[in-house]
């Protein structure tokens, strides 16, 4: 192993953590606002990855259309 190793893990570790607190902050006003939805992608695009993103308008797109009850649990 490369010395290098744990400061990679450090930064993926990071990464991840950024990529998580953008989504939670997405997530605060996907319900409220389409343009503060689309304000918070915008402002979280540097961490949001594209898998995320698609994930994220299809949760927008199943909330917009009705299709998501928020009161079902539905794990």
């Known amino acids: 192993?490369?010395?290098d190793?744990?400061?990679?893990?450090?930064?993926?570790?990071?990464?991840?953590?950024q990529?998580?607190?953008a989504l939670i902050a997405i997530s605060t006003?996907?319900?409220t606002n389409k343009e503060q939805f689309l304000a918070q992608l915008r402002s979280h695009q540097s961490c949001?990855?594209?898998?995320?993103?698609?994930?994220?308008?299809s949760v927008y797109g199943a909330l917009?259309?009705?299709r998501l009850d928020p009161n079902s649990s539905t794990k």
């Open 64 to 66: 917009l259309l009705d």
């Open 29 to 31: 006003v996907i319900q």
């Open 1 to 3: 192993m490369s010395a």
């Open 48 to 57: 949001v990855t594209s898998k995320i993103k698609k994930a994220i308008y």
């Open 19 to 21: 990529e998580f607190l």
């Open 5 to 17: 190793r744990p400061g990679k893990l450090e930064r993926n570790a990071a990464k991840r953590d």
